[in-house]
């Protein structure tokens, strides 16, 4: 009987110390576009991260402040150590860019288990000068 006990005390302290922890690559987990053409950029970044603790990561929901910004995550546990990226879409309305993803997870060292991501920029429209217009001149040359 005290083997037993003292194995489930042994099982319990392992489980409170096993802990996963989500540490992102972009600074300030923050995706700075730039300035980008609507019709030169398809509007996907990733967001890279790392599992620094000594438990699977679980990843269990991501969603924007928006319908204009698609993420993707990874479903299955990212073991102690390994890498994941979470894929973020974002539709390239022109006009400035500020939205935020909320990523839901099993990590310890965020509070309430919830990281707030964050994309800006600038998206602009080209404008194309039709080689069949012309050129205006001014009238003293």
Known sequence: MKKIILFAAVLVSAVSFAQAKIEFKAKDNTIDYGTVSKDSDDGVRKFEFTNTGNAPLIISNAQSTCGCTV?????????????????????????????????ECNAANVESGRVALKIKGEVIVKQEVSPLEKKKTSPMQ
């Open 71 to 103: 993420p993707s995550y990874p479903k299955d546990p990212i073991a102690p150590g390994a890498t994941g990226e979470i894929s973020v879409k974002y539709n390239m309305n022109p006009g400035p860019i500020r939205k935020t993803i909320t990523i």
